[in-house]
């Protein structure tokens, strides 16, 4: 079987209309954007633009789930913790790096534009992870506590205080303290 070869203008154009859109949602809403300025921006030609992306909509698409499957891999890595309390702990430390090393993409979407499609990403992203960590959990705090239920209470606490974290509103090891005294041991 052939590999299919990666083109690299093709990546080179794209990356450039990502740091493009995103340069500008720092200035405005991504509403206010059109088209004409990412190309502006971007110093690329407006059928270059319409050869990857149908419109502006497509390509912050593409970006978010190029955004989701970053983050996804990267949360497949920490799979083999045992202990739910480490889990957690690392599930929190993984999504603070993963904002942290696209500080660039995570600012201008989600601080600048409170976007929500941004948001739902990380959401999506992690409840999977969570839900298949809790699926291989025999032990559900002596299956007192739905797993659902679970899942949902630390994916609103983890993508909270992700949050607060990338808005500068809590210290990396301050978080990380705090878990530690509020996530009980299930070992």
């Known amino acids: 079987m052939k590999e299919k070869k990666i083109d690299l203008r093709i990546l080179k154009t794209k990356k450039s209309l990502?740091?493009?859109?995103?340069?500008?949602?720092?200035?405005?809403?991504?509403?206010?954007?059109?088209?004409?300025?990412?190309?502006?921006?971007?110093?690329?030609?407006?059928?270059?633009?319409?050869?990857?992306?149908?419109?502006?909509?497509?390509?912050?698409?593409?970006?978010?789930?190029?955004?989701?499957?970053?983050?996804?891999?990267?949360?497949?890595?920490?799979?083999?913790?045992?202990?739910?309390k480490e889990?957690?702990?690392?599930?929190?430390?993984?999504?603070?790096?993963?904002?942290?090393?696209?500080r660039d993409i995570y600012m201008p979407i989600m601080l600048h534009n409170r976007n929500s499609?941004?948001?739902?990403?990380?959401?999506?992203?992690?409840?999977?992870?969570?839900?298949?960590k809790l699926e291989e959990e025999e032990l559900n705090y002596k299956k007192k506590i739905p797993k659902e239920f679970l899942a949902k209470f630390y994916l609103g606490a983890i993508t909270n205080i992700g949050m607060e974290w990338l808005m500068g509103k809590y210290r990396r090891e301050d978080i990380i303290s705090y878990l530690e005294e509020l996530i009980l041991d299930n070992s």
Not at 54 to 80: C, G, P, Q, V
Not at 87 to 102: F, S
Not at 117 to 132: G, P, R, S, V
């Open 87 to 102: 889990y957690y702990i690392e599930l929190i430390k993984v999504l603070m790096n993963h904002m942290e090393d696209r």
């Open 117 to 132: 499609i941004a948001m739902d990403m990380i959401y999506d992203t992690l409840n999977e992870d969570i839900t298949k």
């Open 18 to 84: 990502y740091e493009s859109l995103l340069y500008l949602m720092k200035e405005k809403s991504f509403e206010d954007i059109k088209v004409s300025d990412i190309c502006e921006r971007a110093y690329i030609n407006r059928s270059t633009f319409y050869a990857h992306f149908e419109d502006k909509y497509m390509l912050f698409d593409t970006l978010i789930k190029d955004l989701k499957e970053s983050l996804r891999k990267e949360l497949e890595n920490k799979r083999s913790i045992s202990n739910l």
